[in-house]
């Protein structure tokens, strides 16, 4: 499962992420970016392309079943 994490304190709103994955990220009014925080993994290439394309690099992608099967690891190495 794709998340999304933007640092809105970072976003200075030029919004190439908004031309990268117009169905993920948007412009509410000309300064506020908003975002779908979980796309659907269907949308991961164009989100890749939305993070690369951030003139601030704040964009930050993260797999939620990455995170599951190495934490499910971690346990099992706990045992």
Known sequence: ML???VDLNRCESYAQCVFAAPT???MKDEESLEYDYAPDDSLRVQVERA????????I???CLDEQLEQQGG???EQQ
């Open 3 to 5: 998340r999304i994490v």
């Open 24 to 26: 993920v990220f948007w």
């Open 51 to 58: 993070a690369a394309a951030c003139p601030v690099q704040a």
């Open 60 to 62: 930050s992608i993260c």
């Open 74 to 76: 971690n346990h099992s």
